[in-house]
């Protein structure tokens, strides 16, 4: 009898879970990016002799599928913590809501010295790890960019 009670308990507190999983699931796709590119080049201030720091600019296309686009305050970007100590300066996002999508225009000036063309691009591969919404409101939302992406090209 004692089995028949623990597969009860068992079967409500899975149903009562999933909802739960479900619920925070629907809230979390409210935001999406669509596209993103990517690219490294110099510091752009004059100095070509420069190779101790690169520029990393990225641009986002971010949807909303229950329309909230409107609703956007800011964007912060979440750089990796395994390159964070790298970041010498990086720009506040630019936002432009054209076309029933927010484009989000970003880069960061890195501090590259000691790394070979190679190194930079495996350290620096998974740059952006997520986007942190925040709307009108103030609620948050966080879109995770779940894969490193490989959109840093070296032209030997």
């Known amino acids: 009898m004692k089995k028949g009670y623990f ?3 068992f079967f409500v507190l899975t149903l009562f879970l999933s909802g739960c999983l479900q619920t ?4 979390a796709i409210d935001f999406a990016v669509n596209s993103w590119s990517s690219s490294i080049g110099a510091v752009d201030d004059g100095s ?9 600019s990225f641009k986002f296309t971010l949807d909303s599928q229950t329309g909230r686009l409107n609703e956007v305050k800011s964007v912060e970007v979440v750089v990796s913590d395994s390159v964070s100590d790298r970041i010498i300066d990086n720009a506040q996002p630019y936002l432009n809501l054209a ?4 484009e989000i225009e ?5 501090d590259t010295s000691g790394l070979g063309k190679e190194q930079i691009l495996i350290d620096f591969n998974s740059l952006v790890t997520a986007l942190v ?3 009108e409101d103030d609620s948050l939302y ?3 960019l779940m894969e490193p992406h490989s959109r840093f090209y070296i032209q030997a």
């Open 7 to 9: 597969f009860i308990l």
């Open 24 to 27: 925070e699931y629907e809230a």
């Open 48 to 56: 070509l002799d420069d190779t101790d720091r690169q520029r990393f």
């Open 99 to 102: 076309n029933g999508f927010i």
């Open 106 to 110: 970003w880069y960061a000036i890195a």
């Open 133 to 135: 919404i925040t709307l």
């Open 142 to 144: 966080i879109v995770e």
